[in-house]
């Protein structure tokens, strides 16, 4: 995740250069639940509206969690599908509290009702996080649900109404590029704390999808859209903290917004990103998902390191027997292609690395997503990856 807003309080006012935080274990984000009410056309976790056999009960969760808490995760954001369809989310969600855990839920907003809005509030979550893909009809058609925008918006406000800290989602494609400054005009007008950006990623129905993916062009004109609107809000001392996620040359990217806007901080703010560090799937990012199964991160669904139903979480995460967790945990990355050469390399850490591994099989090739041009990563001109549809592999003979 890159942080924008605390970027730009740092154009805005410098602090000194503290040494490089490194949390004692990973956020996790856990798929509770796969079932949910919606189809969206992204969905990393194929959801739908029906009950998914060998999922993880309540004990089982409840000494997940010991465990967790035994390897010292600080966060835990639950998620699904949709995490409010299971019986057990707020009793979990209490528990996860009390034990002392960083506590967000990520939902898609149509079921916080009148009825779910004190449970929510009951339980202090520290973060609630709703999808908008959009407005009204944009949002709807991504949802697949007629209606979807006025349920999600009504759970945004009624969370916001009881004083829980919100933020809204985004997802970026080619579909709904035209919605993204009416979504910025939402949050501003609604009063809502947070917005988070999403890059798309290759996973799910996002990778079945990615021909959606926005072009280079679009998501830069989207991320100085962004960086433009977290400074006026900073500007207006609106307290609003916008973020972003799934493209780490976002860093980069701002490095670049910096040197142009405002000269005399890009030295400070390359030393501030270099300690940020880029991609961190694998290292401070771990996904459990509804099975008990283990992945890097939730875009890793298709690759799995191991199951908290036979080994402690601890464990998994920490043997490096596996390729690719141990590629993740090295620094620097063995990447390949553009990447390798990339002078930003130790500032992004390689991307996310599953864009390149759905689009040709190697995890360490460059990464398709990236938008910055060869000459602003100094690197010589040549052929880049090309995003091509996803098509389904006839079986082996």
Not at 44 to 64: C, M, N, Q
Not at 245 to 269: E, K
Not at 308 to 323: A, N, Q
Request: charged content about 25%; hydrophobic content about 35%.
């Amino acid at each position: 995740m890159f942080r924008i807003s605390s970027y730009i309080r740092e154009v805005a006012a410098p602090t000194p250069l503290a040494p490089r935080r490194h949390p004692p274990g990973p956020v996790v984000i856990w798929n509770l639940i796969r079932r949910c009410n919606l189809t969206c056309k992204h969905c990393y976790s194929i959801s739908a509206d029906k009950d998914f056999a060998g999922e993880l009960d309540t004990a089982e969760v409840f000494r997940v969690m010991d465990d967790l808490k035994a390897f010292r995760v600080p966060v835990l954001i639950l998620s699904g599908g949709e995490p409010l369809l299971r019986p057990d989310i707020f009793e979990i969600a209490g528990r996860a509290k009390a034990m002392g855990f960083y506590v967000g839920l990520s939902s898609n907003g149509t079921l916080i009702d009148e009825h779910k809005i004190d449970a929510i509030a009951a339980t202090g979550f520290d973060y609630v996080g709703i999808s908008l893909d959009g407005i009204r009809e944009t949002h709807d058609r991504f949802r697949r649900l007629d209606g979807a925008f006025d349920r999600s918006l009504a759970g945004l406000r009624r969370c916001r109404d009881l004083g829980v800290k919100v933020g809204v989602r985004f997802t970026l494609t080619q579909d709904n590029a035209a919605d993204l400054p009416g979504v910025l005009q939402l949050v501003e007008d609604e009063g809502i704390d947070r917005f988070y950006f999403s890059h798309l990623n290759y996973a799910g129905r996002g990778n079945k999808n990615r021909a959606d993916d926005a072009r280079h062009q679009m998501t830069r004109d989207a991320m100085e859209r962004l960086f433009d609107t977290a400074w006026d809000c900073e500007r207006r001392g609106l307290d609003k903290d916008f973020t972003s996620g799934n493209n780490d040359a976002d860093g980069p990217f701002f490095l670049h917004w910096v040197q142009r806007r405002f000269p005399t901080r890009a030295t400070h703010i390359e030393a501030k990103l270099m300690q940020w560090g880029g991609n961190s799937s694998g290292v401070n990012v771990a996904n459990i998902d509804n099975l008990g199964l283990v992945h890097p991160d939730t875009m890793w669904w298709h690759h799995t390191l191991g199951n908290v139903r036979e080994r402690p979480f601890g464990e998994i995460w920490s043997d490096l027997s596996d390729p690719l967790l141990a590629g993740l945990k090295q620094s620097p990355r063995p990447v390949t292609g553009r990447c390798a050469g990339c002078r930003y390399l130790t500032m992004c850490n390689g991307n996310t690395r599953v864009r390149a591994q759905q689009l040709t099989g190697d995890p360490w090739q460059e990464d398709p997503g990236c938008y910055l041009d060869n000459a602003e990563i100094g690197v010589a001109e040549g052929e880049r990856l090309e995003v091509k549809p996803w098509i389904r592999l006839a079986p082996a003979a």
